[in-house]
């Protein structure tokens, strides 16, 4: 069994992982940077070293650094979290040379799983459904003219070495078709150092599903039932849930089994997911995100599996701790994703100090978050600072108590998008459970009805100020909020 993991990641992710070691007995180290001296995660690991400078290039992704860190320390393993290092091959190489075990897939199956491209044909070769396209790189426009009548318009061309919507270009005919090319194969060229593009099928108003694996050094792979991802704004979730209002178990039972067999197929190893398109009752594979997903908690509520400590387990060449017959989906699960950033500001990043900070609680509530009262989040990074995920026994009761627990979430000193989650949690569409991509661009009533909760606030928060005691002032705001929000329940049921 590892004794001692070092987790090359900061924030929510990183407070994450460090409760599952210590639940499992493993000694957690954190490695940070300068900017995060003052982080949740820092004083909450067991020992904590410094990387070094504040821009990640610096820190959070100096793979020589936190690979000499972690050897300094001690450590056995190292957890990458999500984002910096966690799906860089050459990471888990320089881990696998240096003797630390990398808490996720192989070096190999990283490599082959990050080229969209070979991910696509594997996928193929493994017998999944993929989204009609090509299997090969595509270079020359009038190799490019001859796919896309192939396949048939709108086409959409991606860059291999991405993921993720950056520099993906949509194309309605042909006549778009050579300079959409172009300025992928640029944007692929100066974001991932790689020209090599491809082109698919354009599917126009999809849902984005993914499937939760886990495979075991052993040759063993096992789904944990599906995720709906369908709630996004310029490609980043904000709303994820499980199960998914569009899939029915025998659909699940299907894919999910389709699913894993592939991960088996490359011999995949730790947690991983699947994404899929889902348009017109049918799956069509996008790409394998190889790491823990933010979102991976709505999966641990709904299966009561607690995905970091499988990984855990894995990276310790233990077998899965479960088998696929005893994987039930009890109940449903939503999560939020709370950013500090300004709603009334085009969701602009808002770092700052927070003045009060104050998680909901309650039945069926948890909140996976990275800072606290009088901390300041710093500029530098993704401004995700918790994450809010709720359980219910069926979809109603859930989006009651994730309106309940938005309520309920005191945040004094920055701005957040928990005002938009109380809107989206009001609009008949997202209760009804019809989602797709591009659900947030379509429901442009959902900016107004915000800003009109906004102002429904106002009122309240002015006479709240003068209160001086702090903590009397977060109790009071909590208790105002909950009333107003009882009123407005009765308006609408009389
Ligand atoms: C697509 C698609 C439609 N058809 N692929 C965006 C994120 C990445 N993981 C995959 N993405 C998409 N892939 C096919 N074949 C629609 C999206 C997509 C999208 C694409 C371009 C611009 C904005 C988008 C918003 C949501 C989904």
Same mark, same amino acid.
């Given at each position: 069994?590892?004794?001692?993991? @070092?987790?090359?990641?900061?924030?929510?992710?990183?407070?994450?992982?460090?409760?599952?070691?210590?639940?499992?007995?493993?000694?957690?180290?954190?490695?940070?940077? &300068?900017?995060?001296?003052?982080?949740?995660?820092?004083?909450?690991?067991?020992?904590?070293?410094?990387?070094?400078?504040?821009?990640?290039?610096?820190?959070?992704?100096?793979?020589?650094?936190?690979?000499?860190?972690?050897?300094?320390?001690?450590?056995?393993?190292?957890?990458?979290?999500?984002?910096?290092?966690?799906?860089?091959?050459?990471?888990?190489?320089?881990?696998?040379?240096?003797? @630390?075990?990398?808490?996720?897939?192989?070096?190999?199956?990283?490599?082959?799983?990050?080229?969209?491209?070979?991910?696509? =044909?594997?996928?193929?070769?493994?017998?999944?459904?993929?989204?009609?396209?090509?299997? &090969?790189?595509?270079?020359?426009?009038?190799?490019?003219?001859?796919?896309?009548?192939?396949?048939?318009?709108?086409?959409?061309?991606?860059?291999?070495?991405?993921?993720?919507?950056?520099?993906?270009?949509?194309?309605?005919?042909?006549?778009?078709?050579?300079?959409?090319?172009?300025?992928?194969?640029?944007?692929?060229?100066?974001? /991932?150092?790689?020209?090599?593009?491809?082109?698919?099928?354009?599917?126009?108003?999809?849902?984005?599903?993914?499937?939760?694996?886990?495979?075991?050094?052993?040759?063993?792979?096992?789904?944990?039932?599906?995720?709906?991802?369908?709630?996004? =704004?310029?490609?980043?979730?904000?709303?994820?849930?499980?199960?998914?209002?569009?899939?029915?178990?025998?659909?699940?039972?299907?894919?999910?089994?389709?699913?894993?067999?592939?991960?088996? /197929?490359?011999?995949?190893?730790?947690?991983?997911?699947?994404?899929?398109?889902?348009?017109?009752?049918?799956?069509?594979?996008?790409?394998?995100?190889?790491?823990?997903?933010?979102?991976?908690?709505?999966?641990?509520?709904?299966?009561?599996?607690?995905?970091?400590?499988?990984?855990?387990?894995?990276?310790?060449?233990?077998?899965?701790?479960?088998?696929?017959?005893?994987?039930?989906?009890?109940?449903?699960?939503?999560?939020?994703?709370?950013?500090?950033?300004?709603?009334?500001? &085009?969701?602009?990043?808002?770092?700052?100090?927070?003045?009060?900070?104050?998680?909901?609680?309650?039945?069926?509530?948890?909140?996976?978050?990275?800072?606290?009262?009088?901390?300041?989040?710093?500029?530098?990074?993704?401004?995700?600072?918790?994450?809010?995920?709720?359980?219910?026994?069926?979809?109603?009761?859930?989006?009651?108590?994730?309106?309940?627990?938005?309520?309920?979430?005191?945040?004094?000193?920055?701005?957040?998008?928990?005002?938009?989650?109380?809107?989206?949690?009001?609009?008949? =569409?997202?209760?009804?459970?019809?989602?797709?991509?591009? /659900?947030?661009?379509?429901?442009?009533?959902? @900016?107004?009805?915000?800003?009109?909760?906004?102002?429904?606030?106002?009122?309240?928060?002015?006479?709240?100020?003068?209160?001086?005691?702090?903590?009397?002032?977060?109790?009071?705001?909590?208790?105002?909020?909950?009333?107003?929000?009882?009123?407005?329940?009765?308006?609408?049921?009389?």
């Amino acid at each position: 069994m590892i004794k001692k993991v @070092l987790v090359a990641n900061r924030g929510e992710i990183a407070v994450r992982v460090m409760r599952a070691c210590r639940e499992m007995g493993i000694a957690s180290v954190a490695a940070y940077s &300068e900017a995060d001296k003052e982080a949740l995660f820092v004083k909450y690991a067991d020992e904590a070293y410094l990387l070094g400078p504040a821009p990640a290039r610096a820190s959070y992704l100096n793979i020589e650094k936190v690979i000499d860190t972690a050897k300094q320390c001690g450590a056995d393993a190292i957890h990458p979290g999500y984002g910096f290092l966690a799906e860089n091959p050459k990471f888990a190489r320089a881990c696998e040379e240096q003797g @630390l075990k990398f808490v996720g897939p192989s070096s190999r199956v990283l490599e082959l799983m990050g080229d969209k491209i070979t991910a696509r =044909r594997e996928m193929i070769k493994a017998g999944v459904p993929v989204v009609p396209g090509t299997q &090969e790189c595509v270079t020359d426009p009038s190799q490019a003219s001859d796919l896309a009548k192939g396949i048939g318009y709108p086409v959409i061309i991606k860059p291999s070495g991405g993921g993720g919507g950056i520099g993906m270009t949509i194309v309605a005919s042909e006549g778009e078709l050579a300079n959409a090319l172009k300025s992928t194969q640029a944007i692929a060229t100066t974001t /991932f150092g790689l020209c090599d593009v491809y082109i698919e099928k354009y599917l126009p108003h999809p849902r984005h599903i993914e499937f939760q694996l886990l495979g075991d050094s052993k040759g063993n792979a096992i789904h944990l039932g599906e995720r709906e991802c369908s709630i996004q =704004r310029r490609h980043q979730k904000l709303i994820e849930e499980s199960p998914s209002p569009a899939v029915t178990s025998e659909m699940r039972a299907e894919m999910g089994a389709i699913a894993a067999k592939a991960a088996r /197929f490359v011999g995949y190893e730790g947690a991983g997911t699947m994404e899929f398109l889902f348009s017109d009752g049918k799956f069509y594979f996008l790409e394998v995100n190889a790491r823990v997903q933010v979102e991976h908690p709505v999966t641990e509520m709904v299966t009561g599996v607690d995905i970091v400590k499988e990984q855990l387990r894995i990276a310790s060449g233990l077998p899965l701790s479960l088998k696929q017959e005893d994987v039930r989906i009890n109940g449903w699960a939503m999560e939020c994703r709370i950013n500090a950033e300004d709603p009334l500001n &085009e969701f602009a990043p808002c770092p700052g100090k927070l003045k009060a900070y104050q998680p909901p609680g309650g039945t069926g509530v948890r909140v996976d978050g990275g800072v606290y009262t009088s901390y300041t989040i710093p500029p530098y990074y993704d401004p995700m600072i918790a994450k809010l995920i709720v359980w219910g026994r069926e979809r109603n009761e859930t989006i009651r108590r994730m309106e309940r627990a938005l309520y309920e979430y005191v945040i004094v000193g920055i701005q957040t998008n928990i005002p938009f989650h109380k809107a989206v949690m009001k609009n008949p =569409r997202f209760v009804k459970g019809e989602l797709e991509t591009h /659900f947030i661009d379509r429901e442009t009533a959902l @900016l107004d009805d915000m800003k009109a909760l906004l102002e429904q606030e106002k009122p309240l928060e002015k006479k709240l100020s003068l209160v001086s005691d702090d903590k009397k002032r977060i109790a009071a705001i909590a208790a105002v909020s909950a009333v107003t929000q009882a009123l407005a329940g009765k308006r609408a049921t009389s």
